[in-house]
């Protein structure tokens, strides 16, 4: 049985603060609160989509996975069998051939 794995809050920090300090910007992080978190659909909704666009900026200005605390996340992401945002689905196929389409095939089944 796979153990799953949940993109944090602190794995698209990391990935941030890492093209941060080579000079490269990034949108900024989304709110965190655990109170909010816990209590409102709409805010676990927002914070995601803010970590997604987080993520997708990085794989954007990094498309070869050059930065190994990126290339660590997506491989990670890549090695799961479960949903990932559509940014890790974009990276699953740079991080190993064929994993796009494995997910596609995936999802039609389930």
Same mark, same amino acid.
Not at 45 to 71: C, F, N
């Given at each position: 049985? #796979?153990?799953?794995?949940?993109? =944090?809050?602190?794995?698209?920090?990391?990935?941030?603060? &890492?093209?941060?300090?080579?000079?490269?910007?990034?949108?900024?992080?989304?709110?965190?609160? /655990? /109170?909010?978190?816990? +209590?409102?659909? =709409?805010?676990?909704?927002?914070?995601?989509?803010?970590?997604?666009?987080?993520?997708?900026?990085?794989?954007?200005?990094?498309?070869?996975?050059?930065?190994?605390?990126?290339? =660590?996340?997506?491989?990670?992401?890549? #090695?799961?069998?479960?949903?990932?945002?559509?940014?890790?689905?974009?990276?699953? $196929? +740079?991080? /190993?051939?064929? $994993?796009?389409?494995? &997910?596609?095939?995936?999802? =039609?089944?389930?």
């Amino acid at each position: 049985v #796979a153990r799953r794995r949940w993109v =944090t809050y602190g794995d698209v920090a990391e990935i941030r603060a &890492a093209f941060q300090r080579r000079g490269v910007r990034l949108p900024p992080m989304p709110v965190a609160s /655990i /109170i909010r978190f816990l +209590v409102s659909k =709409t805010f676990r909704e927002g914070r995601r989509e803010g970590l997604e666009r987080v993520l997708s900026a990085a794989l954007r200005r990094d498309p070869g996975l050059s930065l190994p605390e990126l290339r =660590t996340f997506v491989e990670a992401a890549a #090695a799961e069998e479960h949903w990932a945002p559509q940014a890790l689905e974009e990276a699953r $196929a +740079v991080a /190993i051939p064929g $994993a796009a389409q494995n &997910a596609r095939r995936r999802s =039609t089944t389930a």
